[in-house]
Each structure stands twice: as structure tokens, then as C-alpha cells.
């Protein structure tokens, strides 16, 4: 699933600012950065990430720097490809349903590379952790399949 500017509107109204180029080319050509061909991300985990982000507080918003989302863009357009493989690696050894291949194909991955993630980005990585542990806490009480329950709650508490 792509993100579209819409899909963050509720996020954007409470914004302070708007996001610093280098900020919406993180969030909107992420997926051209990482060009996988099985992995995907099934639309419960997306919104439910996406709901996150609107609850961020403005200081959390605030760690959107230009450096910090420029740092990450730099290392994802260099390490995107083999960050790619891995993940559709992960998610074709992964057990169905798509749920738990999402969430083991994603943490498997996370963890693997987010050592090798510049260190400008560690406050905005706070604030990313915040969100994810966030929808997948959500996700595993309020998804409607018990297995998609049970992959939610084994990566909620995040890498």
C-alpha cells in the first residue's frame, strides 16, 4: 500500500509545521526505496500505524528534522536494495497469514539493519519505535483473527 498525502491528513492538522522535504520523501517514497516483490504490508497494520502518527505530541513531530529524515533517506537509498531482499526473504519463509508474515518478515528485518542506521536519525528511530509498539499493541487485542493476534503480540515491545 502506497501513502498518499490524504491518508496522513488527520496526522497533518495537528501538526505545528508541515513536514521538511526531506521528511515527506521518507514517508511517501519509502516503498520506491525499498523495491520488494512479496513483502507487503497489509492494510490492518498500515492504518493502524497510520493512526499512531496522528497521535504523535508536537515534540514528538518535532524530531522530523530535515537532517534526521535526510540521513535516513541517504542510508535507505544505499542499503534499500539488499533491505528489500531480506524482506521478501522473510516473508516467503514465513508462516501464513499474511499478518504473521508481515510482522515477522519486519521485525526480522528491523532488527538485522536498524544497528546500521546513522546516528542522526536515533531520535526520530524514538519516535518510530513509539508508533509501532503503539499500533501493534492496538493490533493484538483488536485484530479479528487470533493469529493475526498472537504474530501482533510477539513483536509489539518492537527491536
Do not use: H
Not at 496526522?11 to 520506491?32: D, N, Y
Amino acid at each position: 500500500m502506497t501513502v498518499t498525502p490524504q491518508m496522513l491528513n488527520a496526522g497533518a492538522q495537528r501538526q505545528a509545521a508541515p513536514l521538511p522535504p526531506a521528511c515527506s520523501e521518507a514517508i511517501f517514497k519509502t516503498q520506491e526505496k525499498f523495491p520488494t516483490t512479496r513483502y507487503t504490508v497489509p492494510d490492518e497494520p498500515w492504518n493502524a500505524l497510520l493512526g499512531e502518527m496522528s497521535k504523535l505530541t508536537e515534540a514528538e513531530q518535532a524530531e522530523f528534522t530535515e537532517s534526521a529524515c535526510a540521513a535516513w533517506n541517504s542510508w535507505a537509498t544505499v542499503n534499500g536494495p539488499a533491505v528489500a531482499q531480506d524482506l521478501d526473504t522473510r516473508w516467503q519463509n514465513a508462516a501464513a497469514p499474511a499478518c504473521n508474515k508481515f510482522a515477522v518478515a519486519t521485525m526480522g528485518s528491523v532488527k538485522k539493519y536498524a544497528p546500521t542506521i546513522p546516528a542522526e536519525t536515533r531520535k526520530l528511530e524514538v519516535v518510530v519505535k513509539k508508533v509501532w509498539q503503539g499500533a501493534m499493541t492496538k493490533l493484538s487485542t483488536e485484530a479479528p483473527d487470533a493469529a493475526c493476534r498472537t504474530a501482533y503480540t510477539k513483536v509489539k515491545a518492537g527491536w
